[in-house]
């Protein structure tokens, strides 16, 4: 059954693979980005998916973006996916509150934002399917990632509350914890330090987007209701608990 499905940050790396995936499963999919036009531009034009420009860390946006999505894409939003997500790197003692805030703002609250504008609809449709990527480091930690390590681990305790408040609705809430992926904000990662990160990894290599995006796909499917409140790590084994 076709669904509206609303991706953030999904016009490049993990979040185009993911409106990409939907898309083909046959989904009416919108993918959402904060400033980069060209490359919005660019994805719409090579896939037909819809783009969204829009502040995920300003609940007013959203429930803006929300509401011209379900009007433009002819439905309720009973996907979403939150994906969107930003790095500031700094060890803490040298870290300004303006990077700790902007990662919280867009890692985390960006859930509470887009959630809190689909949730009602979702419960009273009866159905919904809501998946937020998480990541190794909210699992681990990482050393200079305080910021963004707090956002990734309160999206996992985020994911399995919203989960309880919601199961006996027909909404399932689960969260994916990517490892490293080849992606833009990987390859930024000095050589050698990615050497060593590869290094470490027990499959010997840097995961696809499309690692990510298959395991979503699975996730909003119809067939996976009992799968609620669930973290799925896809690290190639990096970490393991």
């Known amino acids: 059954m076709s669904r509206v499905g609303i991706v953030t940050g999904g016009t490049r790396g993990i ?3 993911i409106s990409i995936e939907l898309s083909e499963a046959g989904h009416k999919v919108a993918a959402t980005y904060a400033g980069n036009d060209q490359a919005a531009e660019e994805f719409s034009k090579a896939t037909g998916i819809a ?7 300003v ?19 009973q996907i979403l996916i939150n994906n969107a997500g930003i790095t500031r790197d700094g060890t803490l003692h040298r870290m300004g509150p303006d990077d700790w805030n902007a990662v919280v703002q867009t890692n ?15 419960r009273e449709s009866g159905f919904g ?10 699992q ?12 990734k681990s309160g999206i996992h305790g985020f994911t399995k509350a919203l989960a309880q408040e919601n199961a006996a609705k027909g909404i399932t809430v689960n969260a994916i914890a990517p490892g490293y992926v080849d992606t833009d904000m990987v390859r930024a990662v000095p050589e050698k330090v990615l050497e060593k990160i590869i290094a470490r990894i027990p499959v010997g290599r840097l995961g696809y987007a499309s690692d990510i995006a298959h395991a979503t796909g699975f996730l909003v499917e119809e067939k996976t209701s009992f799968i609620t409140g669930s973290t799925l790590s896809i690290n190639g084994g990096q970490h393991m608990y």
């Open 15 to 17: 979040g185009k693979a």
């Open 51 to 57: 783009t969204y420009k829009f502040d995920v860390a």
């Open 59 to 77: 609940f007013d946006e959203c429930a803006a973006a929300v509401k011209k999505i379900a009007e433009d894409l002819g439905g309720p939003v």
């Open 108 to 122: 985390l609250t960006s859930c509470y934002n887009m959630c809190r504008n689909v949730i009602e609809g979702m």
């Open 129 to 138: 399917r809501i998946v937020n990527i998480g990541s190794i480091n909210g």
């Open 140 to 151: 681990a930690g990482q050393y200079g990632q305080v910021n963004y390590a707090a956002a």
